[in-house]
């Protein structure tokens, strides 16, 4: 086969491969893609360079030189496309140093001698040298995908490919063997870096689907993260206000007959303890309702903050009345609690409400209802007290301690 005709074949199906990857650079931002269509561009340009040589003789020690210096940049900038594949590494100037030696050796190969054969050896060993660095590079990626495969085939052939040149160049100087072979070279060579793109491509399109999966992912947590937030309160660890319609619109969204009770429950005298000892200690005791009213509830009940010093429960097929007697501990469980920044032991009263609801849309009205009660008992308390002579707090020792 004429070499002349397999170089015109080879430069065809690298120009190609240039084609996609300047195509695939116009909306994909990867440094292993920058690097590859340079490299891509580069080798179109070093077999030019080489025809040209071929056909006009006395340019062709400057050709050569431009066909060994674009086949070095090729596998230079392969190798670094490899490298940030996975790490988006880029080349620095102490890293692009390395490349000086491969400048000089394209500039002094042509004048070693003027025929192409005699310095070809040189120039494939060094060759193989850059395709096995690649599959090297690739190998310590994680990203192991077909086009993964594809590409690590195609460079450890390469690799072997060119090696094999130099040993049959080197070979033919000191033997004498029918070299007609070498001259489908460009044909192999064609083949091998045909695959060679084409897994690049198929890399590229993989990364990137990778990428936005894990982009996707991501979203995902931080939504979900971010739900977390807006339907928790973060003081109490209570469900919020945005929470309660929350479930209000897909219960009725499920259209799920829904009944039970709802219990509305108000600290008293909070802003006593605020203005005794502060806010730190007023969001402790709101913590320590939250706390007791969570033990005497059922797992499957749902407490919400409707704010400030407000909450509510919603106890699903439980009636009021049941759900008043598990109440009848919440005062004893808040007496002579010890709280952190009060010096002496602390009673908290929380006066409460509950009312039955038999329907998802009857269950702001229930709260309404609940709320009502809730301050009727508030107020009857609230009398109560004052009748009473003033409490002064004593020590308790088995108090329980809770703390910021």
């Given at each position: 086969m004429d070499s002349k005709i397999g170089l015109i074949t080879q430069l065809n199906g690298v120009v190609v491969v240039t084609v996609m990857c300047l195509l695939l650079s116009r909306s994909l931002r990867l440094t292993a893609l920058k690097y590859w269509t340079i490299a891509w561009l580069s080798l179109s340009f070093s077999l030019i360079s080489l025809r040209l040589g071929f056909e006009y003789t006395s340019f062709k020690s400057l050709l050569f030189t431009y066909y060994f210096l674009g086949e070095y940049i090729?596998?230079?900038?392969?190798?670094?496309?490899?490298?940030?594949?996975?790490?988006?590494?880029?080349?620095?100037?102490?890293?692009e140093i390395y490349f000086?030696?491969?400048?000089?050796?394209?500039?002094?190969?042509?004048?070693?001698?003027?025929?192409?054969?005699?310095?070809?050896?040189?120039?494939?060993?060094?060759?193989?040298?850059?395709?096995?660095?690649?599959?090297?590079?690739?190998?310590?990626?994680?990203?192991?995908?077909?086009?993964?495969?594809?590409?690590?085939?195609?460079?450890?052939?390469?690799?072997?490919?060119?090696?094999?040149?130099?040993?049959?160049?080197?070979?033919?100087?000191?033997?004498?063997?029918?070299?007609e072979f070498l001259s489908y070279n460009s044909i192999v060579d064609l083949v091998l870096q045909s695959t060679l793109g084409v897994g690049m491509v198929i890399v590229l399109l993989e990364k990137v689907l990778s990428d936005a999966r894990s982009a996707?992912?991501?979203?995902?947590?931080?939504?979900?993260?971010?739900?977390?937030?807006?339907?928790?309160?973060?003081?109490?660890?209570?469900?919020?206000?945005?929470?309660?319609?929350?479930?209000?619109?897909k219960r009725g969204d499920e259209n799920t007959e829904t009944s039970g009770c709802v219990g509305f429950f108000d600290i008293d005298d909070l802003k006593r303890i605020n203005d005794r000892h502060g806010h730190n200690a007023g969001d402790l005791a709101i913590r320590?309702?939250?706390?007791?009213?969570?033990?005497?509830?059922?797992?499957?009940?749902?407490?919400?903050?409707?704010?400030?010093?407000?909450?509510?429960?919603?106890?699903?097929?439980?009636?009021?009345?049941?759900?008043?007697?598990?109440?009848?501990?919440?005062?004893?469980?808040?007496?002579?609690?010890?709280?952190?920044?009060?010096?002496?032991?602390?009673?908290?009263?929380?006066?409460?409400?509950?009312?039955?609801?038999?329907?998802?849309?009857?269950?702001?009205?229930?709260?309404?209802?609940?709320d009502a009660a809730m301050y009727s008992r508030k107020l009857e308390r609230k009398k109560r007290r004052s009748e009473q002579p003033a409490f002064i707090p004593g020590h308790i020792e088995s108090a329980p301690r809770l703390s910021a």
């Open positions: 090729f596998g230079f900038l392969l190798v670094s496309g490899c490298r940030s594949l996975e790490t988006g590494w880029e080349l620095r100037p102490k890293t000086l030696p491969f400048l000089g050796l394209a500039v002094g190969l042509p004048l070693l001698s003027s025929d192409f054969n005699d310095i070809y050896a040189i120039h494939a060993l060094c060759m193989s040298g850059f395709f096995a660095l690649a599959a090297r590079a690739l190998r310590r990626t994680s990203f192991r995908t077909f086009g993964w495969k594809v590409m690590n085939v195609s460079l450890a052939a390469l690799a072997l490919n060119f090696f094999f040149y130099s040993l049959a160049y080197t070979a033919s100087h000191f033997t004498a063997f029918d070299t996707h992912e991501r979203l995902e947590t931080t939504n979900k993260r971010l739900e977390e937030l807006v339907h928790t309160d973060p003081l109490t660890a209570a469900f919020s206000r945005h929470a309660f319609y929350g479930f209000v619109k320590a309702v939250v706390k007791v009213i969570r033990e005497i509830i059922r797992a499957e009940d749902l407490i919400f903050r409707w704010g400030g010093d407000e909450f509510f429960v919603i106890m699903i097929s439980m009636d009021a009345e049941m759900a008043t007697m598990r109440m009848t501990k919440l005062e004893r469980d808040l007496t002579g609690i010890v709280i952190e920044g009060i010096p002496e032991p602390t009673d908290i009263g929380v006066s409460w409400g509950f009312t039955d609801f038999s329907d998802i849309s009857h269950l702001e009205d229930a709260i309404n209802k609940a």
